[in-house]
């Protein structure tokens, strides 16, 4: 974007002295800067434009160039919330440019809108208020971010995951649990009208756009927060990593973890702890889980659903027993439910649950030699995303939380059981819970926790299987 004004403070072709001209707004909200018969702009669009225009006196155009053209870098404004401790939250994924199916398909990485776009951000960070004017919305970090080339190397992977799906004309069962860090996330509601896509004329498919997800926001805001600055430049990742920048030169990030399980498959988990050298001796719990870690982190990080790439990218690693007989002994549980955040979201796909349902898993799947011998050999290794059917099968679970979290029915007789059937229900994750969490009634109830039936799990098993078998 250029401009001719000659009240402009800062050099517009200069990154640098863009990112220290918005210091100015820190603290501070546009209202303390706009200029009399100003016409305000609605919605979070709105907010964007009304940045430019008041405070870096720019003119709004339909340029498809990033903001700032001349020095390479887009402006994003993104709203945070605050927790009940009274800690900065991302409040949503970052939106990056509408996806036009039909386009799209015919745009390389490197000369896609978003590539072109979206390397280099400057990112305002603002604090959301339901019910309140644009103008009276305070700005609380700004930050100077450019993409580093390993989270380049992953987004480039993720890009070509959803492009080569619009290609083969299913642009209507792209799911953000497809990719890594940029997801293609819905845009506006149910029922709104449906965009055109190639290679399928007959099914049309809900619009999506490009986004960095939720989990890759919050690792840019903790180093903000952690930094104890309001401005930052250079952001880098958590120190954890998983994977080197070298290796994902010449293979996927899903390929490198899948390598490192290879050697170990049909192996006695006892024989693989013995390999990786892992102490099982006083047989903990979680000794599965301790045995998928050390092969999957290579020596690399302590956790891996701790490292810098499964944080960035929401992706959880799960352990699966089944026993000789197929069955699944064990429910899957998730985190606690947030009943203040339930009952203050009013778009499910604003709300944690489907962040958590639509994300991507890793399951390490162990099954039992013989029945009730416990001896229990790694079976099988893959990524896992939750389908659609499920999901809007989610969407009807989440609403029946939310409604009895609203009417004050926070106890076991008004939630799904698993006897019920319904592939999730809701129960505590310990016999007895002792803790007790805010309800938005202002009182505190039970902690309850968000659970996949066992059911449900074997027939994610059943359905792998059955592609494994015709593979």
């Known amino acids: ?80 919330k605050k927790s009940k401790q009274d800690e900065y939250l991302i409040k949503e994924r970052l939106v990056c440019n509408m996806i036009n199916y039909c386009e799209v398909v015919k745009e390389d990485f490197e000369h896609s809108h978003f590539y072109l776009k979206c390397q280099l951000m400057l990112l305002l960070f603002y604090l959301h208020q339901s019910n309140c004017d644009n103008l009276d919305l305070e700005f609380i970090f700004s930050v100077l971010w450019k993409l580093p080339e390993k989270d380049l190397l992953i987004i480039r992977h993720d890009y070509e995951v ?39 004329p007959d099914v049309d498919a809900p619009r999506r756009a490009f986004s960095l997800k939720m989990a890759y926001m919050r690792t840019v805001l903790d180093y903000v927060v952690q930094s104890g600055k309001n401005a930052v430049s250079n952001v880098v990742g958590v120190q954890s990593e998983l994977v080197s920048t070298q290796a994902l030169r010449q293979h996927s990030f899903d390929d490198i973890l899948l390598l490192r399980f290879q050697p170990f498959m049909k192996m006695s988990y006892k024989k693989i702890a013995k390999r990786k050298n892992v102490d099982i001796s006083n047989k903990p719990k979680n000794t599965f889980a301790i045995i998928a870690n050390a092969i999957a982190a290579s020596k690399k990080c302590p956790n891996v659903n701790r490292s810098e790439e499964f944080l960035k990218a929401g992706l959880t690693m799960k352990t699966i027993r089944v026993q000789a007989n197929g069955i699944i002994k064990e429910a899957m549980s998730f985190e606690n439910i947030d009943y203040i955040e339930v009952a203050e979201c009013n778009n499910w796909f604003d709300s944690r649950l489907y962040e958590l349902y639509s994300s991507r898993f890793m ?27 499920d999901l809007e099968w989610a969407e009807v679970y989440w609403n029946h939380i939310k409604d009895n979290i609203l009417a004050n029915h926070i106890s076991e007789k008004y939630w799904w059981k698993g006897a019920d059937k319904k592939k999730f229900h809701v129960r505590p994750k310990a016999q007895k819970a002792k803790n007790l969490a805010p309800t938005p009634h202002g009182g505190k109830a039970k902690k309850f926790c968000y659970w996949f039936n066992n059911e449900y799990v074997r027939e994610i098993i059943d359905n792998r299987n059955t592609i494994r078998n015709n593979e």
């Open 1 to 80: 974007m250029t401009s001719t004004n000659s009240a402009i403070q800062y050099d517009i072709k200069s990154a640098k002295s863009i990112f220290e001209y918005s210091k100015g707004l820190l603290g501070k909200t546009l209202r303390d800067f706009v200029w009399e018969n100003y016409e305000p702009k609605k919605g979070k669009g709105g907010l964007g434009q009304m940045v430019e225009n008041i405070f870096f006196l720019l003119e709004t155009n339909s340029n498809p160039a990033a903001d700032f053209s001349e020095a390479g870098m887009e402006l994003k404004c993104t709203p945070l």
């Open 162 to 200: 959803i492009i080569n799906k619009i290609k083969q004309g299913k642009a209507h069962e792209l799911s953000e649990g497809d990719t890594m860090y940029l997801g293609a996330c819905r845009k506006g509601q149910k029922g709104e009208s449906l965009m055109k896509q190639p290679n399928n």
């Open 363 to 389: 399951f390490v799947v162990y099954k039992e030699k013989t029945l009730g011998s416990g001896d229990y050999i790694l079976d099988d290794v893959f990524f896992w995303t939750m389908p659609q059917d």
